[in-house]
């Protein structure tokens, strides 16, 4: 028996892999290395369980042959364009790489007869949420951002995918994730600025959004966790800590761990960018109930991260 | 100034056509023909203010040269895959003309400068709705047809075009839609079998399924005023009669407006097919509120469904 990871060589979709091989499966990783660092799978590429395969989203046909090499537990579809921002510049990135490639990833599914998928979904998907914290069960949401339509839409074809065909499936709406690999995100921008210029610092927005994250490790926990104990045709989870930050205050972190004392320049509005939510803060219950517990704290995850990035600068390069 | 229809030749499609052509307005309709029929468009077709491009909603370069032929104010996306029962047959035909189709809309509005779109969706977007009548900010819903999928991922992204790209939107989210042109749907079935075999008649399911229902002139009617008094940058509302009916009620109306006491034989089980709901009925309040009436019943709606049908035999030649 063997598991299928998309975007296995991105930042969670390494952890991941690293984790599966931990207890004893054959995994096939597929990546198209867009974003995804070869270096990220240096340790399973040294594992005779795991076998990786080249290729992209858009491609079914290639999807289907790497499905076809081993016998397919699970797929964990982690494969997305995760860029909110860029959304506006290139509409078709979102489009093309978080719904038609969930397409083609249950086509190829559906085709090779595998039944079982786990979704990295977004707490995107609410867009400006009518409830906070916000349950799995809100009020229908108007989509802000092109990233959380596209991933709404993967959310959408999954869950029919269950009904007509079938299929199992776990989605997690994940807040934003942090730790060792991490590769874009407020961390990554501020530790890149703040190694070019100590001295000042350019936050978008006024520094007041709140967001929620959550560590790597405790994502990839929360996934196993969710798998093993829920079998509904479809299961939606949020995965994130219950507490949040202001942006200000990880500002704060993460110049105090990095021994700097910049100006800070806001470039102003309650906003980051175009569709960028001010308050992200998912209610937690549902995995909870589970027994799910994160084992690393917001302020631990960031420090984490600085650490990382500090000594692993040459993930900085590429934005 | 000039309206853009897709799907023109179509049931709805090419009853708004003719309406907005008496407001006395330049229309300009695109479709492909795969469902829409030229006969609809025989009065349009005679009219200078409207012209027709034959085109498919997969070519965007064609859909951008349509939306060049004339200044236009709002696009009216009503082209779709309408059969909700075929999508497991293929599921890439609800992706392809509902949810991709939909994103080469928003695409060539966007590079044209056009900011309005009116949206056909569906009840479907609902899947099995947690609240009946099922208002608009019900909870997010789990779906469960491929055809509902792809009018929730194309409802999505309508929705972030508005936030990121200052694009207005009005998504109607319809009951099922009866009266002349009526194509395709429970009543076209009836009558198409009871005209070759009057002594029997095969029922999806267990006849037992609750729809609501609505006349296309009502349809229309609602779709113009909301337009009208509303202006958020989404505006979404159920269209539907505050009213349901059951199959079988359904089915003695037709029987009487034929004139036929055919032996009914129920295929069984409580859905008419896979992702079908089992009970429709949407809270009509917010349209209500606006001052929208509708003038048909679903037994009037049914029984002109009925004699348009009989009157024009050759419709029922296509499925």
Sequence with gaps: MAHFVTGAAGFIGSTLVDHLLTTGVEVVGYDNF???????????????????????????????????????????????????????????????????????????????????????SSSAVYGDAALIPTPENVAMPIQISLYGASKAAGESLISAYCECFDFRSWIFRFVSVLGERYTHGHVFDFVKQLRQDEAKLVVLGDGRQRKSYMHVHDCVNAIMLAMEKTGNKTNIFNLGLNDYVEVRQSVAWITDRMGVTPRLQFTGGSRGWVGDSAFVWLDPAQIFALGWRPKVTIEQAVCRTVDWLQANAWALARD
Tied chains: 1, 2.
């Design 34 to 120: 867009s974003a995804g660092r070869r270096e990220f799978l240096a340790d399973a590429l040294m594992n005779p369980l795991f076998s990786l395969v080249e290729g992209d989203l858009l491609d079914r046909a290639g999807l289907e042959a790497a499905m076809r090499r081993r016998y397919i537990d699970s797929v964990f579809h982690l494969a997305a364009n995760a860029d909110i921002r860029k959304g506006t510049a290139d509409p078709s990135r979102d489009i093309e790489q978080n719904t038609i490639g969930t397409f083609n990833v249950l086509e190829a599914m559906r085709t090779t007869g595998i039944r079982r998928i786990a979704f990295a």
